[in-house]
């Protein structure tokens, strides 16, 4: 494991997506930062992060034998590591919301971004960038929904501390997910995802909404909801929110 420390840079996602490019990178090479400038999430969101109070950092991982068709466990595996490390410290009712937001309560805490790297149908390496709030207490206005572990516990971390334990279970769950063992991964994700099986209020992407209950989630990686006629609809990212 080899640690890049910086203190300011735009994306570390960014950054170790070109070392990998322009060099032969070792497996689970991190790139961490005081300070990411244009910090990237899922769909093109930003991620707004006070300057050396976070966890900002980006792992490379490869992969010898891991087909695209399977890319909802690396998720999982990804999701789940970060759960460990998260119940290792006693943070408060975790749960992963779909696909990858880290949540105490039903405060947003941590936020996941994996972007792979593909030879024909198999995925050849990934990019996993983590962001996690740690020592912030304060937070832009219309960012609501979200938390840190200090606001929750009332107590400050080591973040290195909490960088080394993230990684160790991600080399854990990443050892499970390439020995195939996907039923475990399944298993372990849908019985901590949020408001697994738990009647729910939904909005869709036309504003629609709608009584559901989350029941499972398909090998696409879509969200499967059984809806009030017991029938099941799948969506995608963007496509389903919770009201």
């Known amino acids: ?55 900002m950092f980006s792992v490379f991982v490869n992969f010898i034998d891991l087909d ?29 919301k779909w696909p990858n937001d880290i949540l105490s309560g039903n405060k947003k805490i941590c936020g996941v971004l994996i972007e792979n790297s593909l030879k024909g149908a198999k995925i050849s390496s990934s990019v996993i960038g983590i962001g996690l709030n740690v020592n912030q207490t304060k937070f832009p206005i ?51 995802l949020y408001k697994k099986n738990i009647p729910t209020m939904f909005k869709d992407s036309k504003d629609v909404l709608f009584m559901g209950l989350i029941c499972g989630v398909s090998l696409e990686g879509k969200l499967q909801v059984m809806l009030e006629d017991d029938s099941i609809k799948e969506f995608g990212l963007k496509e389903i929110s919770f009201l």
């Open 142 to 192: 219309d960012l609501k929904k979200a938390s840190s572990l200090k606001l929750i516990t009332n107590k400050n971390f080591d973040l290195d501390k909490i960088l080394k334990q993230i990684v160790s279970k991600l080399n854990e769950r990443i050892a499970v997910l390439n020995s195939k063992d996907f039923n475990a991964l399944e298993l372990d994700y849908l019985n901590v």
């Open 68 to 96: 695209i068709v399977y890319k909802k466990y690396l998720n999982y595996a990804v999701s789940l590591a970060i759960f460990d490390a998260l119940k290792e410290e006693n943070i408060p009712s975790i749960s992963i």
């Open 1 to 55: 494991m080899k640690i890049i420390k910086l203190s300011a840079i735009d994306s570390t996602n960014s950054f170790l997506k070109e070392m990998a490019v322009n060099s032969v990178l070792e497996n689970f090479t991190i790139v961490v930062t005081d300070s990411q400038l244009k910090g990237r999430g899922q769909q093109g969101n930003s991620w707004v992060s006070e300057s050396c109070k976070n966890l």
